[in-house]
């Protein structure tokens, strides 16, 4: 492999500084092999800018920490090579997102507050029985959950999502995901009514302009395109269910 001459241009921003002002700094870095966005960003920090902010945990796709904007596309960094990428290099924060300071940008709180607004838990009457023997779930039932729950929270989607840009109220493609990860389990007795409460708006399935860039950036490949038309049909169902009986559905 030629090693090339990597130009890197680093959004900087303190966002605790109120006399910051945002700019784009550049760095340049030799490639080595099988060299990560990760790998570069410690190198940088370490030899030649130790002010340099951006979060990474675990480096394998599992935390979901790492995500930025790559050349204008939403990526995981820990898992962006270098030799994927042109020889100059765009570093962004993920728009939408509360910014931290330079790349680093504060995830956790929106993903808490959507997991809040969309009730994201079984609800179930059933009092809970700690010494109970463990209840199977049908193969299907579980390959279902299972592939909707595999999310690590990276925030790639919601960065990719024009409609989240355009309303910061919506609760973005992984808010609908977890509500279709909750329908998809038998345990969950919510009554389809009290999902439309949640997801039934705006704010919710029907604020999705369907431009699906979540499906191209979910670094999971969760089925985005599947399961958005499918919760569109069940809650366009359910209201117009709501209006023939005189059920409010908002
Ligand atoms: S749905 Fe995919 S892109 Fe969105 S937060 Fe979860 S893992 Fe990241
Ligand atoms: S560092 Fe954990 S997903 Fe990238």
Redesign the pocket.
């Known amino acids: 492999m030629s090693n090339r001459q990597l130009t890197f241009k680093i959004f900087r921003h303190n966002s605790r500084d109120p006399d910051s002002v945002p700019f784009l700094q550049e760095f340049s870095l030799e490639e080595t092999e099988r060299m990560t966005l990760f790998t570069a960003l410690t190198v940088i920090r370490e030899e030649m800018d130790p002010t340099v902010q951006f979060d990474f945990v675990c480096r394998s796709a599992i935390c979901?920490s790492c995500g930025m904007l790559v050349n204008g596309r939403p990526r995981l960094a820990c898992r962006t090579r270098t030799e994927e990428l042109p020889r100059e290099i765009t570093l962004l924060p993920m728009p939408f997102f509360k910014l931290i300071g330079d790349l680093s940008v504060d995830t956790g709180t929106w993903f808490r507050e959507m997991g809040e607004r969309v009730e994201s838990w079984i609800h179930t009457a059933r009092p809970f029985e700690p010494l109970a023997e463990e209840e199977r779930m049908a193969n299907e039932d579980a390959l279902a959950v299972y592939e909707l729950d595999r999310?690590?929270?990276?925030?790639?989607?919601?960065a990719a999502c024009g409609a989240a840009q355009m309303n910061p109220a919506y609760v973005g493609?992984?808010g609908l995901?977890r509500v279709a990860r909750f329908v998809a389990d038998p345990r969950d007795q919510r009554p389809e009514a009290e999902i439309f409460d949640v997801i039934g708006t705006e704010d919710g399935i029907f604020g999705c302009i369907g431009f699906l860039a979540?499906d191209d950036?979910?670094?999971?490949d969760?089925p985005f395109a599947t399961q958005l038309a499918f919760l569109r049909r069940k809650m366009a169902l359910t209201g117009l269910r709501g209006s023939r009986d005189g059920v409010a559905a908002d």
């Open positions: 979901g999310c690590i929270e990276c925030g790639l989607c919601v493609p992984v995901m979540c950036y979910c670094p999971k969760l």
